[in-house]
């Protein structure tokens, strides 16, 4: 199996826990090879790229705008062309030619009123002209073959027969009555209603190619674009005193925030010292003198002929001084982790081997192999110090193991660091006992990782051993 623990780092819900179980495939090594190269950006160029994205964002929507308003107001412009030039023709050539024989389909009438259409009207755009009666009556009609039939009037033809400047529109070419105009393609049909020579009102309908439309719109583009380039030129450029303003900003924050965040390191290394310097000076001292003494008294004391061997007064203070010597060891070990300008000192290879040192005492091998480009970061030191920390103390704890070996390489902008053991194994349910029993060490290192946008990884099968790997970017 494998347990991702910084996989859910950044996401993880308070008191969740600090690790995800995925399946058992490994992220091949070229795939992170390339991870290495895509480092997160820092928070400036974050900010920069967010401030240049909505100001793109707010020129293109008034762009959008600006043309939709244009689509508009084309529309409207050539549908008025339309309708005056149908006023014109329907009240200039028409109107007179409407005559009682011509409204009555007199064949002599309708074919002077159809010369007359055709030579005066029917021309570029206009493709199609009727003449509607109130009954639904086709008076007249280019297309000849509509003369005389009777069609249910539209509600649009209906209310034209009252509305005194007409009304216009793009053609719905699904209706019956135009069946003939339908291979025209998109069409502008405008309704007028006029006053025929014998006194009826008759609607005059024309059909005009949308063509005017695109020519219109064209028209606005080319008269209007400069316009709106300008416009939009001058809006980004009175963003860009806010951009500068925003980056020195960023800037300002920034460097309160590395300000913030070395005085607090500052004051942590300084409790560090008053801590150490009070073990060292107190319970260390106290230590070794109480080491002294239990072996000057065991040292003075006659041999008991009664007591079991190793069981005498003598053999028990000297174990005692043995403990309290190794406790010494031990808090020296921890005055130097307190103390990290000594522990900064160390070279990783020594640090690495303190760390080691007390499993080896124990007969498990631990060999270290260290093979680095260029030298690591303070921040980077400190992670993978704290993660081979954390390791080789669960494999103390909990491993049960003959060996463990410890390998840190890097590939110039990111360092791989792999801790394995061949002890016992462990489970997802091993690491949340230890979650429970307050052992925050993993929980804690995970977090510290993902927030530099590095992974943890714990690859293990109970009694196959354990594998610990480390990737940590800088940039």
């Not at 030579?119 to 003369?147: C, F, M, N």
């Not at 209310?159 to 003939?180: I, Q, W």
């Not at 403990?323 to 031990?330: G, I, P």
Request: charged share 30%; net charge negative.
């Amino acid at each position: 199996m494998l347990l991702s623990l910084t996989q859910e780092a950044e996401v993880r819900a308070p008191g969740a826990p600090p690790f995800a179980l995925r399946p058992d495939a490994t992220e091949p090594d070229d795939a992170r090879a390339e991870g290495t190269q895509r480092v997160a950006l820092s928070g400036r160029r974050s900010g920069r790229v967010q401030f240049v994205v909505a100001s793109l964002a707010v020129v293109v929507l008034i762009g959008c705008l600006g043309a939709a308003a244009l689509h508009l107001v084309a529309t409207h412009e050539a549908i008025e062309d339309a309708r005056a030039m149908t006023a014109a023709f329907a009240r200039g050539t028409i109107a007179p030619a409407l005559t009682a024989p011509a409204l009555q389909s007199d064949a002599d009438a309708l074919a002077r009123l159809d010369g007359l259409v055709r030579r005066q009207v029917l021309h570029d755009p206009v493709v199609r002209v009727k003449v509607w009666q109130r009954d639904g009556r086709i008076a007249y009609s280019d297309a000849t073959e509509l003369i005389g039939t009777r069609e249910a009037l539209s509600d649009d033809l209906r209310g034209a027969f009252t509305a005194p400047h007409g009304r216009a529109e793009v053609s719905d070419l699904s209706r019956a009555e135009n069946r003939f105009e339908r291979a025209a393609g998109e069409l502008v049909e405008v309704y007028l209603p006029v006053r025929a020579e014998t006194g009826e009102t008759v609607v005059v309908e024309t059909y005009q190619l949308a063509d005017s439309i695109d020519a219109a719109g064209r028209r606005l583009w080319g008269a209007t674009l400069p316009v709106l380039l300008l416009v939009l030129l001058a809006l980004a450029a009175a963003q860009l005193p806010l951009a500068i303003l925003h980056t020195r900003r960023v800037r300002q924050h920034e460097r309160e925030r590395e300000r913030l965040v070395r005085r607090a390191d500052d004051r942590v290394e300084a409790e560090r010292l008053r801590i150490a310097a009070e073990l060292h000076d107190g319970v260390v001292q106290d230590l070794v003198g109480v080491a002294y003494e239990l072996r000057a008294v065991a040292d003075d004391l006659p041999d008991d002929p009664h007591a079991e061997p190793g069981l005498g007064l003598g053999d028990i203070l000297r174990r005692s001084e043995q403990s309290c010597r190794t406790a010494v060891r031990a808090l020296r070990s921890l005055l130097v982790e307190l103390r990290p300008g000594e522990r900064r000192a160390e070279t990783l290879e020594a640090a690495f081997d303190r760390l080691a040192e007390p499993l080896r005492e124990r007969g498990v091998a631990v060999p270290v192999a260290i093979a680095l480009q260029r030298p690591l970061p303070p921040d980077v030191t400190e992670l993978v110090h704290r993660a081979v920390q954390e390791a080789l103390r669960n494999v103390a704890r909990h491993a049960g193991a003959r060996s463990s070996e410890v390998t840190l390489t890097d590939d110039g902008c990111a360092a791989r660091l792999r801790v394995e053991d061949d002890g016992r194994g462990m489970t997802a349910a091993d690491l949340e006992e230890q979650q429970a029993a307050g052992h925050m060490g993993l929980r804690l290192l995970a977090d510290g990782i993902a927030a530099r946008g590095g992974s943890l990884e714990i690859e293990s099968e109970p009694g196959t051993g354990t594998r610990l790997t480390l990737w940590l970017p800088w940039s």
